[in-house]
């Protein structure tokens, strides 16, 4: 079965650290695809939040998260990492990754949801204190 697992969210007060694994399995051509992470509060449109390419070399992050989130990947354990720092109660949402398809290797200019083919079931964060 073909599926991204999101796992590592939680309940975190303002300022601190939460680390998000996004796991594949089953996909192909996984060290071919570049990976980002979205997001979707209540009431609000999904947002792209971060992308990282297939190699790992080229990173994207949209501007509320510059300097707090860092995005990596590990091609041997087929997983991708959200390392947030500094969290804020907007950053509040359930928090996504999604996969582009095979060979689609490196990031969009503007992170759409269309432009990624598979898409995890999703792992709430929430920043409150």
């Known amino acids: 079965q073909v599926q991204l697992v999101e796992s590592g969210g939680g309940l975190v007060q303002p300022g601190g650290s939460l680390r998000l694994s996004c796991a594949a399995s089953?996909?192909?051509?996984?060290?071919?695809?570049?990976i980002g992470w979205f997001r979707q509060a209540p009431g609000k449109e999904r947002e792209g939040v971060s992308c990282?390419?297939?190699?790992?070399?080229?990173?994207q992050f949209v501007d509320s998260v510059k300097g707090r989130f860092t995005i990596s990947r590990d091609n041997n354990e087929n997983t991708v990492y959200l390392q947030m720092n500094s969290l804020k109660p907007e950053d509040t949402a359930v928090y996504y990754c999604?996969?582009?398809?095979?060979?689609?290797?490196?990031?969009?200019?503007?992170?759409?949801?269309?432009?990624?083919?598979?898409w995890g079931q999703g792992t709430q964060v929430s920043v409150s204190s």
């Open positions: 999604a996969a582009r398809g095979p060979f689609r290797q490196g990031c969009p200019e503007q992170l759409t949801s269309a432009l990624f083919t598979l």
């Open positions: 990282i390419s297939s190699s790992g070399d080229s990173t």
């Open positions: 089953g996909l192909t051509a996984w060290d071919y695809r570049a």
